[in-house]
């Protein structure tokens, strides 16, 4: 067993050092150019140049449009370019934040827009709350002694790795009306229900796939939560005669529950995200019943005919507000606000 | 038998299977099934004629109807099953249908023609594999194209990720200096700040490079991920300093060490965050669907998509499509699955 | 075949000063020891010296040349690490060639330097393993063949020894002062074990919280520590440390009255009587080996203690004894074995020529000796 397992880590490691070798013309080719720039430089100064590359991109692809995001914000008109845009101040939040009714989302002047608001908050709701109860089942499960264990791991884990679109048409084409779902409920007697134009069926379904799409994710991370509790702690549980149900309610989930508590607000900070496999599968509708944040500010900015960058920019700074308020909630839950050498759990992005 | 039946239940640990372990494996084959079955309907779905799409109920197995060559006829007719007024049953190929009527051919004798009420004829199936759909992919719908566009941003991005990433986790593990702690929170900070909220800047940003409707608008702003520098920092933290001190003293030049002692020890991480890369970059869409408008520069990702939203969808095409995008993913799985969770579980990031 | 030469050398790292005024020499050839409790600052003096950690004042002379602004690659010294630090993923030759071949060694001469050091070390069948293929000890050779190849000026050694066993120790050490006799290259040589100091070095620095304590060749420290640390710190076990008042000064030197021995104890000692005051308080210092367990009680330099523990060895052993009314205990060598048991009472010769005295005051230093007494 152990005689396996390490010929197995064995073999990784030489291919990762084959794989190595294999890639190695990319810094060699550097190599003279790298020596000038030590000369020049001088040693103490080749941390800079390393950090180079990666400081220049992140400076253009993130911080400067962070900086450049509030601008839009700020200003109006439908052209891209900054200087061909006049100033408009608080206008594209007014426009957004115009309503009568908060809760009722007609009676607001971008109703899409509060729409889209409300669905992002129940489906977030919702889809974090089963994910998370199913990631600990099945987390609880993988954590038993069973055969196996390996494989069923990657049998939750599989969907994790499918792109958002190829999930969506998976679903898509199990969904539709003379799809296999209406196959079998019509083999079992029960009438065929045309589940991609009904608005509420649509918002259950799009719940489910994204949990069977990235539930694998959280149990990994639970699983992981759940073999850090020490074994001597279930063994002294067993002396004291424990039941199993007592052992799961007084040590199990207590001891999970840091793990948990990041967990749920990784899959929060996600969830408010949520975009690719959705306007796939249903373009948000039927109407606009999934209709989420992202979609609203792809289709204000990029998809409809006139490009109202400024709203769709005002928008995704109301998303960033919402993130923010779950980042800080995560960085306190993680210790304190400081972000620990250890472990930086998740973060909002997929990179 | 009940001995026969204590044998066939007993486990290697434990002295027998108690009911909650019935339960756990009942919960696990209920997850195969749900997990796995999607995409292997998908697998079958995808060697299905056209025709034997639309049937409904549908058969998990790709069957087709059965068609014939009649003489004086270009296309294939298709076969049915019929029962005759007097009470047999015949296999006639439809010429043509109006209404509820059909005008039907008995293939072995072409001259007669048989009006049949349909309600009195079922298709005859036969078991057939429609390669088709995958063979003809490759000259309908440029599909060539796309998947090399795909390849292309997928292995150039990887690359340059793994070089840039590498680079930066090298400076802030193996060395001291002013500014260090700030850089490495500015770093960790972006992994806060998801890429839906500057869709809009980066959009602009793009557009002045000229790089809109380029590929390479896709793999700037993918190349430098905070998971990357974060994942590879915390694995060259382990590598002992004083193996660069060795290296110093060796003559080695700051480069040399970065490429020539710090890489190679740094290979698993590497591999991992190599398999990470390869599936955001094959599977990324929102970005390239902004900066991609072009068809020709359409990822697989895109094209489907684009496909799947057409109005008179080729589903067979689209099926075969999907599952060719889906054969990387699958052979990534298969064979790193256990670098993937590992990389996972101890980062604690996707 | 190098000379060096330290001259002043601070190390702070931000506010904490690590090492204070350092000077020392090493003459062509010269086994150097630096010897001093953890964490007194021998490897950062050793990586100063190396060119990995710059100074923060002071001077590093080599070969008569200021090398302060020359990097570690370019000072042409070898450094043999306390980890090894052989690079996991190179064979052994690759991780003897590499230095070589980042200078553009041809490669006909890297295998023939490499052959001979191989050779020499016996490591001609392992050149094509991996470091996690080898034992400690070959481990150790190859670290050693790897500082060999690049004809150093000096070697450095940071305590190379550590990581092995007791046995491997003994051996390896053998070799070291073997390799050093055969190159003759200096060798500045970190260890804290003051044993290997004393069997291998011909010069030993002693180092104690950042400030050189005492420099001298091995028997230099062990006849005349200038202090108490280093009187504790070389000899092994350590020397016995005894309380004492001066009670009486003459020409032949002082007389001393020993803290917590009953009967009262007094002893004279070989020391310039104008170094203490009557009434002073110092400590005495005897090395075990130097203690004798005497016939009868009551003849002068004599004291009377308890037996703890006797431990044989057969050819010689060790007896630990209390003192009668204070907490220190004193630790006496014997040849070959004895009947004495636990509980017993036994009688010990102090012989003052033997004898060492400290003065209380800062620094602990040792008091002179009476010119002209033995
Ligand atoms: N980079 C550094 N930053 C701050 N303090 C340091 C640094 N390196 C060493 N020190 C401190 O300098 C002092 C001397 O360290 P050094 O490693 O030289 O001790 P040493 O004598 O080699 O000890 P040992 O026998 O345990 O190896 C220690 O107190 C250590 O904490
Ligand atoms: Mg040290």
């Keep these: 067993m152990s005689q396996s397992a390490k010929a197995d880590g064995d073999q990784g490691k030489a291919g990762a050092s084959a794989l190595g070798r294999a890639l190695a013309w990319l810094p060699a080719l550097l190599e003279p150019v790298m020596r000038f720039a030590q000369r020049v430089l001088g040693a103490r100064r080749m941390p800079w140049l390393f950090l180079a590359p990666n400081l220049l991109i992140f400076g253009t692809f993130t911080f400067l449009p962070i900086i450049i995001n509030f601008y839009y914000a700020f200003t109006g008109g439908v052209k891209l370019f900054p200087s061909e845009r006049p100033f408009t101040g608080m206008e594209n939040l007014a426009t957004l934040f115009d309503c009568r009714d908060y809760f009722d989302p007609s009676t607001c002047r971008k109703d899409i827009f509060w729409q889209a608001v409300y669905n992002t908050a129940k489906f977030a709701v919702l889809q974090v709350g089963l994910m998370v109860v199913f990631s600990v089942i099945t987390a609880l499960v993988l954590n038993r002694k069973i055969i196996g264990r390996g494989f069923w791991r990657g049998v939750y884990f599989y969907p994790v790795l499918l792109s958002p679109v190829v999930v969506a048409l998976i679903w898509k084409w199990i969904l539709q009306s003379q799809g296999v779902l209406n196959g079998l409920l019509v083999g079992v007697g029960v009438a065929p229900t045309e589940w991609l134009t009904s608005a509420s069926w649509m918002f259950f379904w799009v719940i489910l796939v994204s949990i069977w799409a990235h539930m694998g994710f959280y149990t990994l991370i639970v699983l992981a939560g759940l073999q850090a509790i020490p074994k001597d702690l279930y063994d002294a549980a067993q002396m004291d005669s424990a039941s199993p149900w007592r052992v799961l309610r007084r040590i199990t989930l207590p001891l999970l529950m840091p793990n948990l508590l990041v967990v749920i607000v990784l899959a929060l900070i996600r969830a408010v995200q949520i975009f690719d496999e959705v306007f796939v599968l249903t373009g948000g509708g039927p109407g606009t019943a999934t209709t989420f944040l992202v979609q609203f500010i792809y289709q204000t900015g990029f998809a409809e005919a006139i490009h109202l960058y400024g709203l769709a920019a005002a928008a995704s700074l109301v998303l960033a507000g919402a993130l923010l308020v779950l980042t800080l909630l995560q960085l306190k839950i993680a210790g304190g606000g400081e972000i620990k050498d250890g472990k930086a759990k998740g973060g909002a992005g997929h990179a | 038998m009940p001995d026969a039946l204590r044998f066939l239940t007993r486990t290697s640990g434990r002295a027998r299977l108690d009911w909650t372990d019935w339960l756990s494996y009942a919960y696990l084959f209920v997850g195969l099934f749900l997990m796995f079955g999607p995409v292997l309907w998908i697998v079958m779905s995808s060697f299905k004629t056209q025709s034997g799409l639309t049937d409904f109920p549908p058969s998990f197995l790709p069957y087709g109807q059965k068609s014939v060559q009649v003489a004086g006829n270009e296309a294939r007719l298709p076969l049915y099953r019929v029962k005759m007024p007097d009470g047999s049953t015949r296999e006639l190929a439809e010429l043509r249908r109006i209404g509820l009527t059909a005008t039907m051919i008995d293939p072995a004798k072409p001259g007669e023609e048989i009006p049949v009420n349909i309600k009195d004829r079922e298709k005859t199936s036969e078991l057939r594999v429609a390669t088709e759909n995958y063979t003809e992919l490759f000259g309908k719908l440029s599909f060539g194209r796309y998947l090399w566009n795909s390849v292309f941003i997928t292995v150039v991005a990887t690359l340059i990720t793994l070089l840039f990433n590498s680079m930066a986790a090298f400076a802030l593990s193996k060395y001291r200096f002013r500014g260090q702690k700030t850089v490495f929170l500015l770093i960790i900070a972006t992994l806060m700040i998801p890429p839906t909220i500057i869709l809009v800047p980066n959009f602009l940003v793009i557009s002045n490079l000229g790089l809109l409707n380029s590929l390479w608008g896709v793999i700037w702003p993918a190349v430098a991920t905070p998971t990357g520098v974060f994942l590879l920092r915390q694995y060259m933290l382990t590598i002992p300093d004083e193996l660069l001190d060795a290296a110093r003293m060796d003559h080695a030049s700051e480069w040399q060490i970065y490429w020539r002692i710090v890489l190679p020890l740094t290979a698993p991480a590497l591999a991992v965050l190599a398999i990470f890369s390869v599936m955001w970059r094959w599977n990324d869409f929102l970005w390239p669907l902004i900066v991609l408008s072009r068809s020709e520069l359409f990822t697989l990702q895109l094209a489907l998509n684009a496909f799947q939203g057409e109005l008179q969808t080729e589903w067979n095409y689209l099926l075969a499509m999907t599952v060719i995008t889906i054969i990387p993913v699958t052979l990534v799985f298969a064979f790193l699955q256990k670098h993937i969770t590992t990389g996972i579980a101890s980062s604690g990031v996707k | ?374």
């Design chain 3, 1 to 374: 075949m190098s000379t060096l030469q330290l001259k002043h050398i601070d190390k702070r790292f931000g506010d904490t000063v690590v090492l204070r005024d350092i000077d020392l020499e090493a003459a062509e050839g010269e086994f150097v020891a630096l010897v001093g409790p953890s964490g007194c600052g021998k490897s950062t003096l050793l990586r100063i010296i190396s060119g990995l950690e710059p100074t923060t004042a002071g001077e590093i002379i080599l070969d008569g040349k200021r090398v302060n602004d020359v990097s570690a690659a370019e000072r042409g010294l070898a450094m043999v690490f306390q980890s090894y630090a052989l690079y996991p993923h190179m064979t052994v030759y690759q991780n003897m060639a590499f230095g070589l071949e980042n200078t553009g060694t041809p490669k006909a001469e890297i295998e023939r330097k490499i052959g001979d050091a191989a050779r020499m070390l016996q490591l001609d069948v392992l050149l094509q393993r991996r470091p996690t293929q080898l034992s400690g000890g070959q481990r150790q050779r190859v670290a050693i063949g790897r500082a060999i190849v690049r004809n150093p000026k000096l070697f450095l050694f940071d305590e190379p020894l550590s990581n092995l066993d007791a046995e491997l120790r003994v051996q390896m050490r053998a070799e070291i002062i073997a390799l050093h006799q055969r190159l003759k290259t200096g060798m500045i040589y970190v260890t804290h074990d003051q044993v290997e100091a004393m069997t291998m070095a011909d010069k030993i620095v002693v180092l104690r919280a950042g400030q050189v304590e005492q420099t001298g060749t091995p028997l230099e420290l062990y006849n005349s520590p200038q202090n108490r640390f280093v009187a504790g710190f070389i000899g092994s076990p350590r020397m016995n440390f005894i309380e004492a008042v001066v009670t009486a000064r003459d020409g032949r030197g002082l007389t001393l009255a020993l803290a917590g021995f009953e009967p009262q104890a007094t002893i004279n000692v070989a020391v310039d009587p104008a170094a203490a005051a009557h009434g002073t308080a110092v400590m005495l210092g005897v090395r075990p080996e130097h203690l004798e367990v005497a016939e009868g009680a009551g003849a002068p330099d004599t004291v009377t203690v308890q037996i703890a523990q006797v431990e044989q060895l057969g050819g010689h052993g060790f007896i630990h004894c209390t003192l009668p009314t204070s907490k220190r205990s004193l630790v006496v060598q014997f040849q070959g074995q004895i009947a004495s048991r636990a509980g017993a009472t036994v009688t010990l010769r102090i012989p003052p020529a033997a004898c060492h005295v400290f003065s209380t005051a800062a620094g602990e230093p040792a008091l002179p000796p009476l010119h002209g007494a033995g």
